[in-house]
């Protein structure tokens, strides 16, 4: 299968199934989606749901954030992985907003990576899900999940990243992202992917390989 045919049946399965996929951190602002990715690296969304109403409440806005220190913060995120860390960037981040930007998230990906706690990652997450851009987050699930597919045969997350991007039609690559990660948190796992249950076999090169390799092993 070319690769073309099968990003054409990729999105094509999606948007039909999933037309309205969406993150599944709970916010209600840009600010505090902002403060939930730079929470979530490394730690589950579930476990960030948890934590975030008791800091929301507390830190309404940018300035409420700017005026506390990195220990106050900490109390409120203590059992998420890291928090030490990124107590200091949630208020380092609050800060710049502050002085910087009029306390007001920026869309363009450049600024979103001068705050503290802010990577390529967590910028693209924002710009595609705040502002529609056209901007592909690969975390582990997106990586993963998109080479075993086919979509891709990028060694790093940027590489990855500009396949999606250069391959993806344009208008669904914000909303791409969001497909490759819930297909591989319920259905693409890492461990054991459910190959079973999932719709893509068709054009999943890794089920292709599992099914030859099985087909050999019992002939």
Known sequence: MLKKERYRQFVAHFSARQPDAET???????????????????????????VTPALFQRFPTPTALAEVS?????????????????????????????????????????????????GRKTANVIASVIYNAPAMAVDTHVFRVARRIGLTTGKTPLAVELDLVRNLPQHTIHIAHH???LHGRYVCVARSPKCSICELTSICKYYERQFKTNNVSES
């Not at 840009?30 to 749901?49: E, H, Y």
């Not at 920026?106 to 600024?111: F, K, L, R, T, V």
Request: glycine residues 2%; negative net charge.
């Open 70 to 118: 990195a220990d106050e913060v900490f109390d409120y995120i203590r059992s998420i992985s890291y928090p030490n860390n990124k107590a200091k960037h949630l208020v380092g981040m609050a800060n710049m907003l502050v002085k910087d930007f009029n306390s007001e998230v920026p869309s363009d990906i450049n600024d979103l990576q001068k705050l503290p706690g802010v």
């Open 179 to 181: 497909w490759l990660i």
């Open 24 to 50: 599944e951190l709970i916010y209600h602002n840009p600010f505090q989606l902002l403060i939930a990715v730079i929470l979530s690296a490394q730690c589950t969304d579930k476990r960030i749901n948890m």
